[in-house]
């Protein structure tokens, strides 16, 4: 069985700050990728380790627009509150993820829980963009809630394997989705070696949050990703100490992809009325909060 090569590792970038909350690099984005290569992810920020002393003010991003694709948010450390208009909202807490589509157009804001912002401590997150296939842009928003309790785990030898969408074996992730798509979230804290079978013709994305790992004996460094060719269905990875990384894998979507700040459609002008419908107020709005 052919394996998938490895077409370019992708060097971290600059952290920057999104709103007062989230110290982010972006890993990758389809702004400086091919967005065919990448399909149907868009970006992924990365909010490494960070102490957070205690406060009474609200850290986070306060209200914005999205439409035409879907952001998915893992609270590696710490807990995030958010609010859509579209009627989703909750508390994501360690371990959990949130799925939340924004399709014909949602606001929301995000920002650190009530409990950890006043207690404070250390503070991790990943934000993904994810597409939706062009009949599904202007879909009903939905927002997935999922606790770490409910995600199937794939035991190691030395480590874990948490499927968050997709399959690994017999292992099916809660997360639905609108195309074909597997995400794993792999912890390994010892010697370990694992092979696995993903789709010819798909997108694979290796995220290396922290730690390293091998693939096809090229070593990944925390804060790079390996963007994977598209021909061949095996990958091979050996984890040698501690290490945790994200496995993207996706079927690649057809047609262009224009983005506008927070809106990714198929044309331009799809973009403009896009423009239009947030400032006509047809995305909806969020109700101040009491208290």
Do not use: C
Request: hydrophobic share 35%; charged share 25%.
């Amino acid at each position: 069985m052919k394996q998938k090569s490895i077409h370019k590792v992708i060097r971290p970038r600059e952290k920057h700050w999104v709103g007062d909350g989230f110290y982010v690099s972006t890993l990758f984005s389809m702004h400086s990728e091919d967005p065919q290569l990448i399909s149907p992810f868009l970006l992924l920020d990365h909010a490494s380790p960070k102490s957070f002393s205690p406060s009474q003010h609200k850290r986070g991003v306060g209200t914005h627009p999205h439409r035409g694709f879907e952001t998915v948010t893992f609270a590696i450390q710490g807990e995030v509150d958010h609010r859509d208009s579209g009627g989703g909202g909750g508390r994501i807490t360690t371990g959990g993820v949130q799925w939340m589509t924004a399709g014909s157009g949602v606001v929301h804001e995000e920002f650190h829980s009530k409990d950890f912002t006043e207690k404070g401590g250390t503070f991790e997150m990943v934000q993904l963009w994810v597409n939706l296939p062009k009949e599904h842009k202007m879909t009903k928003p939905r927002y997935q809630s999922m606790d770490k309790e409910d995600f199937p785990v794939v035991n190691l030898k030395n480590g874990n394997i948490k499927v968050v969408a997709g399959k690994y074996g017999d292992a099916k992730g809660p997360a639905q989705t609108f195309s074909p798509i597997n995400i794993y979230e792999i912890k390994g804290n010892g010697e370990e070696e694992l092979n696995f079978n993903l789709p010819e013709g798909s997108n694979t994305l290796i995220v290396q949050l922290s730690g390293d790992v091998f693939l096809h004996d090229q070593n990944i460094l925390a804060g790079e990703v390996a963007l994977l060719s598209q021909q061949g269905e095996q990958v091979s990875l050996r984890i040698k100490e501690s290490s945790h990384f994200l496995v993207l894998n996706g079927e690649p979507l057809e047609g262009p992809v224009v983005s506008y700040g927070p809106f990714v459609m198929s044309t331009k002008a799809e973009i403009m009325t896009a423009i239009k419908d947030f400032e006509a107020g047809k995305m909806g709005q969020l109700v101040e909060e009491k208290g």
